[in-house]
């Protein structure tokens, strides 16, 4: 298995619906996650942080399934801002590098 | 909100010479990271500094490639020879502590094409 895994996409919604994410790694070692989020040719963005079963920050929740080594992010009530891609990450076991999936392709849509 | 800066935000070079990249990453920042990004792929870690030292480094980090903090505030790229598959978006990255759960903040991206 890829270290990070993730459905590349895209997705195409519209405006108000929700959308959900789904992520995969191989390290069942691992403690914590993020969700980052990157616009075109621009830097990643810390989106959320993953360290227990989940978190929730106002239309975004992202859940994490040690069991099947599993993470999700789900996105309530799309914006026309959303639209990006999202990348999920995993450190490696130290902490002193980030792993990156290829990243899941967001098109929000009026 | 502070933030990491880099410089130049663009650099055009020949196969074969050297570029140096230069990142400025939030001033109280301790750990200090470099990662590439080839158009289209994903983003892809290169190296991690503490300490004056390399902590950790990839495979893509060989030879043609060194790091460096030459004072307090800058951290520099620099790759020796340059090649074409060496054509990527470079992002410099900070974070204050270095476990796992620390969030690292990226910055801008210096875009490299080799020619």
Known sequence: RKEVEQDPGPFNVPEGATVAFNCTYSNSASQSFFWYRQDCRKEPKLLMSVYSSGNEDGRFTAQLNRASQYISLLIRDSKLSDSATYLCVAPNQAGTALIFGKGTTLSVSS | ?115
């Not at chain 2, 909100?1 to 020949?14: A, D, I, L, M, N």
């Open chain 2, 1 to 115: 909100e502070p933030e990491v800066t880099q410089t130049p935000s663009h650099q055009v070079t020949q196969m074969g010479q050297e570029v140096i990249l230069r990142c400025v990453p939030i001033s109280n920042h301790l750990y200090f990271y470099w990662y590439r990004q080839i158009l289209g792929q994903k983003v892809e870690f290169l190296v991690s500094f503490y300490n004056n030292e390399i902590s950790e480094k990839s495979e893509i980090f060989d030879d043609q490639f060194s790091v460096e903090r030459p004072d307090g505030s800058n951290f520099t790229l620099k790759i020796r020879s340059t090649k074409l598959e060496d054509s990527a978006m470079y992002f410099c990255a900070s974070s204050w502590g270095g476990g796992p759960e620390e969030t690292q903040y990226f910055g801008p991206g210096t875009r490299l094409l080799v020619l």
